[in-house]
């Protein structure tokens, strides 16, 4: 088992990567303070593990809220539905909320925390290649508005992070290739070591091999720890892992949430950074086409939405979390493995883009 640290001081918590983790009722079992638990799970995984966790963990008094799947679902009306839940339930300040699933799950389940009786504890069981590498990591939790990705929620950190590797065996195709989006954008940012070594491994991620597959966790996973222990709240580096976002984010608010999957609409985002910044002379043409390359490998889409335009896009850009005094603020790869904040994008090279 591999065990990496988030260091935040009185709010450091571990990361445990290795296969089985949701049969090890030692390990589970120390992290959670209390004697009442609530599992947050969703239709799709819940009935894959929901019992082998529940089991894991008999000597607690257990309560579930099963979510239907899906990014449409981190909404209000299902952080209200945990509420409801919690409330009817007679949960207290001393119920742990355990977070069973992918990145919504994760999100929804985190932000519920903090907000119920002005915080609660929660631990992450993520399930699928995005969540255990990117979303569970790091304390950003939240909710979709209609208007905007992610722009209700909290910082909020985790007592743990439990990845469980064999959870990857029931994964569809189509999630793993998407979550694949965020591996990438590790490399890209600011490893051009890990990316290359991507790229002459990637018959063997895409065949599952185990050995490789944890390699690649545990590389992205310290790395964002390395990142969150140094910007908790995004108030600088923090920002860099938002490469791709800006456009992916706008893309999955104006097409709706789900119809492209997010890491889907952040490899897009991706491209569209990297022609951007080969516009403005930073990055050279053979770095985008390294990039490119290994998003089709996954087969990731590189093109933006046929019925989106520079309209569409920049609506939604408007409202972006990293925008100041009403300025755009882009990710923008300089390099592999390099990556810079920019506010200097002017609206018509923009729409050149687009």
Request: proline share 3%; net charge negative.
């Amino acid at each position: 088992m591999t065990t990496l640290q988030v260091k935040l001081g009185t709010r450091s918590y571990p990361i445990y990567i290795d296969s089985g983790l949701l049969s090890d009722s030692t390990l589970l079992s120390s992290h959670i303070r209390s004697k009442r638990i609530c599992i947050v799970s969703n239709d799709i995984v819940a009935p894959l593990y929901i019992e082998q966790l529940k089991l894991s963990l008999k000597h607690f008094d257990i309560d579930e809220i099963v979510l239907p799947d899906g990014e449409a679902e981190k909404s209000l009306a299902n952080f209200e539905r945990i509420m409801s839940h919690l409330l009817t339930g007679n949960h207290g300040r001393d119920t742990t909320l355990v977070a069973l699933g992918g990145g919504v799950i994760g999100d929804i389940t985190g932000f519920a925390a903090a907000c119920y009786q002005r915080g609660i504890d929660f631990i992450q069981v993520p399930t699928t290649v995005l969540s255990q590498v990117d979303s569970s990591v790091g304390g950003k939790t939240a909710v979709n508005h209609p208007l905007g990705k992610n722009m209700i929620g909290a910082f909020y950190q985790p007592k743990a992070v439990f990845i469980d590797l064999s959870s990857l065996a029931t994964l569809p195709l189509r999630e793993f290739n998407a979550g694949m989006a965020e591996v990438i954008k590790y490399g890209i940012l600011g490893d051009d070591e890990f990316f290359t070594w991507l790229e002459k491994n990637i018959n063997a991620i895409k065949i599952g091999q185990s050995d490789v597959l944890a390699q690649m966790i545990e590389r992205c996973c310290q790395c964002k720890a390395n990142i969150v222990a140094e910007d908790e709240t995004e108030a600088g580096v923090r920002a860099l892992l938002n490469l791709g976002h800006t456009f992916g984010h706008a893309i999955e608010a104006d097409q709706g949430y789900g119809k492209w999957l997010h890491g889907e609409a952040v490899a897009t985002g991706m491209v569209l950074a990297a022609k951007l910044s080969v516009a403005m002379n930073l990055l050279e043409v053979s770095d985008l086409r390294r990039i490119e390359a290994l998003l089709s490998a996954f087969d990731l889409p590189l093109s933006a939405p046929e019925n989106m335009g520079f309209d569409e896009f920049i609506c939604h850009m408007r409202r972006d979390k990293k925008n100041l005094a009403g300025k755009l603020r882009f990710i923008l790869p300089t390099a592999i493995g390099q990556s810079e904040i920019n506010d200097d994008v002017s609206e018509e090279l923009l729409q050149q883009i687009l």
